[in-house]
């Protein structure tokens, strides 16, 4: 089950708002009568195996996060997540991608087909809410990707490709703002794409540090007030 995939490969923020199936793992349906199917039963233990994953990396980092502790705090054999996704650094992988598409899932439920500016804003709502909705989720990927940085892991591949495809968007909703005419034409969309990124992955560690002292709302509100003043066209 180990996940290698380039880039261009990965769900983009503004195919997931396109309406673009997003490349991800769910439940197949259940069957009205009878047991649960094979792919069933898999997506199950699959589902099982990364929440235990993500709740011992909550408890005891990356570090003590075996593929055999996964495997028995999932409730199954020793073997099953050794079976499963081969080893620890792929179960992460997998873990990132998940992650992604859960995002990219929320995002286009919250953006759907707007544009330009109001697609940044609205990426802000996306994930303000997020964040309050999947909190231990959310913990749960920053101590896995601030503790693979230090390594050349497939966890930091993933991370380094998304980061790039969220950059590539925001900036891509910029310059639509601005030939729509709705963005001052002196925004580089480049830099507010890095400035928007470098906003929520900031925010985000200081708020999981220490919740009781950022006032989340706040922040992301006032950088909504700093993202209308910035779009706004000057004579």
Not at 11 to 27: H, Y
Not at 40 to 65: C, P
Not at 214 to 219: G, I, S, Y
Request: some cysteine; hydrophobic content about 35%; aromatic content about 10%.
């Amino acid at each position: 089950m180990k996940s290698s995939s380039p880039e261009k490969a990965k769900v983009t923020l503004r195919e997931a708002t396109n309406g673009k199936p997003l490349d991800r793992s769910k439940k197949p349906r259940r069957a009205k009568i009878g047991r649960r199917t094979q792919a069933e039963r898999t997506a199950l233990s699959d589902e099982r195996m990364f929440d235990a994953a993500m709740q011992i990396i909550i408890e005891e980092g990356t570090h003590s996060t075996t593929l055999k502790a996964v495997g028995e705090r999932a409730g199954y054999s020793r073997g099953l997540a050794s079976n499963r996704f081969g080893s620890k650094q792929a179960l992460f992988g997998q873990l990132v991608v998940r992650f992604n598409n859960e995002w990219a899932e929320e995002l286009a439920s919250k953006v759907g087909q707007q544009t330009g500016a109001q697609a940044c804003l609205s990426a802000l709502h996306a994930v303000e809410g997020f964040l309050l909705n999947h909190s231990e989720y959310m913990k749960a990927m920053y101590i896995l990707w601030f503790e693979s940085i230090s390594t050349d892991s497939e966890v930091r591949s993933h991370l380094t490709d998304y980061h790039q495809i969220y950059r590539k968007d925001v900036a891509f909703w910029v310059r639509e703002g601005i030939e729509k005419g709705e963005i001052d034409n002196r925004v580089d969309p480049e830099c507010y794409a890095f400035q928007f990124n470098s906003f929520i992955f900031g925010t985000i560690y200081q708020w999981l540090v220490a919740p009781e002292k950022v006032d989340l709302a706040m922040q992301f509100k006032m950088y909504r007030e700093s993202t209308e003043s910035t779009f706004r066209k000057r004579d």
